[in-house]
């Protein structure tokens, strides 16, 4: 089962760095503004009544927070991968604190702008329940994988 979860714990990696990548090839490649004007249902109007300072605010914060998600999600894979798989207590709690964090904080930021993102949210925070309770309750029954059984 811990490994189970691990997978699901990896595609929830997975899904936060390509939605994290695209966005911010979205906004510095392409030069678009941040589609949190979309996802938040601002009008034409209301987009066309923002300032600039405005718009270039919004795209600096969707730089800056999706250049955090893609780092977190680098750096929480081989933690998955290596070290929860491996069993590892200390990699499970640090993915439960980090990631928890991350959900919780998801939805208390879609809040202000009336659960835009409420789908992404929703899938995401199903694959860390899923993933960290196979983990945690693999872990807390003892459980050995096949990391663990033959040594390698």
């Known amino acids: 089962m811990l490994k189970k979860g691990s997978i699901?714990?990896?595609i929830w990696c997975d899904i936060?760095?390509?939605l994290a990548f695209t966005i911010l090839c979205y906004v510095i490649v392409l030069k678009k503004d941040s589609p949190i004007l979309q996802v938040a249902s601002f009008s034409e109007a209301e987009i066309?009544?923002?300032s600039a300072k405005t718009i270039a605010a919004l795209n600096c914060f969707t730089i800056l927070y999706n250049s955090c998600a893609l780092m977190v999600s680098v750096l929480t894979?081989?933690?998955i991968r290596k070290n929860l798989v491996a069993g590892e207590?200390?990699?499970f709690w640090t993915l439960v604190f980090?990631?928890?964090f991350i959900e919780v904080m998801a939805f208390l930021a879609s809040s202000y702008i009336g659960h835009g993102r409420w789908q992404v949210n929703v899938l995401q925070s199903i694959l860390y329940i899923v993933g960290i309770g196979l983990s945690g309750y693999s872990l807390s029954k003892?459980?050995?994988n096949e990391y663990q059984k033959?040594?390698?």
């Open 142 to 144: 003892g459980e050995k």
């Open 48 to 50: 066309a009544g923002l």
């Open 150 to 152: 033959t040594g390698h």
């Open 98 to 100: 980090v990631i928890g």
């Open 77 to 79: 894979w081989p933690l």
């Open 8 to 10: 699901v714990l990896s």
């Open 16 to 18: 936060n760095f390509i």
């Open 89 to 91: 207590k200390s990699a």
